[in-house]
C-alpha cells in the first residue's frame, strides 16, 4: 500500500503505467516479462499496484484543515525542520551501536 500511495502523487508515472501494462490477445501482460521471456498473466501486480494508486488519486477530496501530503513519506519529508542544527556525528549516539560511515 506505501508503494500505491507514493505513485497516486506521481500522475504522470501511474499513467504511464497504467497505459504500459496491458493485456495482450493471450491475456498475458504486455511489460511484465520473466528471465526465461514468460509473460506475467494479466492484470499483473504492477497493473493492481496502480490500479490501487489511480483510486487512491481519485479519492474524495481531503477533509478541512488538512495538509496536501500530509500522512505520506512525501509529505512528512517536505514537512521536516530543517532549520534544527544538524547533530554531531562524531560524537557516539550512546546507544551501543556503531555508526555508518
Not at 504486455?30 to 496502480?50: M, N
Not at 490501487?52 to 513519506?73: D, F, I, L, N
Amino acid at each position: 500500500m506505501a508503494l500505491a500511495n507514493i505513485l497516486s502523487e506521481m500522475p504522470d508515472l501511474l499513467e504511464r503505467t497504467l497505459a504500459e501494462h496491458t493485456p495482450d490477445a493471450q491475456g498475458f501482460c504486455r511489460e511484465c516479462r520473466d528471465a526465461t521471456g514468460v509473460s506475467a498473466t494479466w492484470p499483473c501486480v504492477t497493473r493492481e499496484l496502480a490500479e490501487q494508486a489511480r483510486s487512491m488519486s481519485s479519492a474524495q477530496p481531503p477533509a478541512p484543515g488538512h495538509r496536501a501530503g500530509e500522512g505520506t513519506v512525501a509529505g512528512r519529508r517536505r514537512a521536516r525542520d530543517l532549520s534544527a542544527p544538524a547533530r554531531d556525528l562524531s560524537v557516539p549516539a550512546g546507544n551501543g551501536r556503531h555508526r555508518s560511515i
